[in-house]
């Protein structure tokens, strides 16, 4: 079974600032998506960003970027120019097989004023 | 739009009640997923509807009952829960389960068992 570690249980940064999230999985399939999504206080799971593992290009979304390292198995998000709306839960995921979502045990992200 | 609604917000029930829990979503999503998500821990998947058939059930306890009555809409029936039970249920749906699919979550019911 697939599995994700999220070694940072919380990270607190200044506003505007930028900060990285890291997140490794294990995996022996080839073909995979991976996934980031943030739950702010009111709990609603937010997509983040997503990555095709067929893809060599890292996924961007405004100021949020990931850094795929395919070999080394790491998914790291990159929060650019951060804001106090970014302060939420941060989860990564791993669709295994089409349907199961693993998520790893995510990361509290606080970004102070 | 990518909007996934669910009702109740909260839900407070006690050990011998039966209450059902609603998820709707009108993005022609033929796949729908119940997920479970105790205090501080994440998401964990219980079951999933494709075309409106149950394709994946997480060996839930039967005093979970899903229902699927259309692609727009999807049950939880609770009955002779347990207080470990109580829970933030999260809804999502994608558009179908080829792979690859973006899951899209609800706001999610929180649970109290009394």
């Known amino acids: 079974a697939q599995t994700v570690t999220q070694s940072q249980p919380e990270m607190s940064v200044q506003e505007a600032e930028t900060v990285t999230l890291s997140c490794t999985y294990d995996?022996?399939?080839?073909?995979?998506?991976l996934f980031w999504y943030k739950q702010p206080p009111s709990r609603q799971m937010i997509l983040v960003i997503r990555?095709?593992?067929?893809?060599?290009q890292n996924a961007t979304e405004n100021r949020f970027s990931v850094n795929f390292q395919k070999a080394a198995k790491s998914f790291s998000l990159k929060i650019s120019d951060s804001q106090l709306g970014d302060t939420a839960m941060y989860f990564c995921?791993?669709?295994?097989?089409?349907?199961?979502?693993?998520f790893g045990q995510g990361t509290r992200l606080t970004i102070n004023p | 739009d990518t909007e996934v609604t669910q009702t109740p917000k909260h839900l407070v029930m006690g050990m011998t009640n039966k209450k059902s829990l609603k998820c709707e979503q009108h993005?022609?999503?033929?796949?729908m997923y119940w997920y479970k998500q105790k205090a501080k821990k994440p998401p964990e998947l219980m079951f999933v509807?494709?075309?409106?058939?149950?394709?994946i059930n997480e060996s839930v306890p039967s005093r979970f009952s899903p229902e699927c009555p259309n692609s727009s809409l999807l049950n939880l029936h609770l009955h002779a829960l347990q207080p470990e039970d109580s829970a933030l249920y999260l809804c999502a749906s994608s558009h179908g389960t080829s792979g690859g699919e973006t899951q899209y979550f609800g706001p999610g019911t929180r649970l109290l068992v009394l």
């Open positions: 993005m022609g999503h033929r796949a």
């Open positions: 995921a791993f669709l295994q097989g089409a349907q199961k979502l693993v």
């Open positions: 995996t022996s399939e080839n073909n995979y998506y």
């Open positions: 509807y494709s075309y409106e058939k149950l394709s």
């Open positions: 990555q095709e593992a067929y893809k060599q």
